[in-house]
Nanobody, 119 residues
Framework: QVQLVESGGGLVQPGGSLSLSCTAS????????MAWYRKAPGKQRELVAG??????NYADSVKGRFTISRANGGNTLYLQMNSLKPDDTAVYYC??????????????WGQGTQVTVSS
């Protein structure tokens, strides 16, 4: 089995900062990409930031404010969120595209963590 466990999130005032983390564990053979997505009420899920072995990418709406990074041999994913806006309010999900020691390959998701930006 593979698990993605997220932590962080919470309530913050506009202009504040929050940090999210996600650790992948279990029968993992190789992690190809990891990413953060978010889902706001009434909106479609959107890619916030992604990380592969060669590059990172960001949604236009978060460029310059959010930073994605990986550690722990690539199994832990972080999202540093600065200058937060009310529009950043959403449930944030960690995603990993990986292969398992069973020989399978696919997308795995964390349970989601709520980020609320409000005064």
């Amino acid at each position: 089995q593979v698990q993605l466990v997220e932590s962080g999130g919470g309530l913050v005032q506009p202009g504040g900062s929050l940090s999210l983390s996600c650790t992948a564990s279990g029968r993992i053979s190789n992690i190809y990409t990891m990413a953060w997505y978010r889902k706001a009420p009434g909106k479609q899920r959107e890619l916030v930031a992604g990380s592969s072995s060669s590059n990172t990418n960001y949604a236009d709406s978060v460029k310059g404010r959010f930073t994605i990074s990986r550690a722990n041999g690539g199994n832990t994913l972080y999202l540093q969120m600065n200058s937060l806006k009310p529009d950043d309010t959403a449930v944030y999900y960690c995603n990993a595209f990986l292969s398992t020691t069973y020989g399978s390959r696919g997308n795995y998701w964390g349970q989601g963590t709520q980020v609320t930006v409000s005064s």
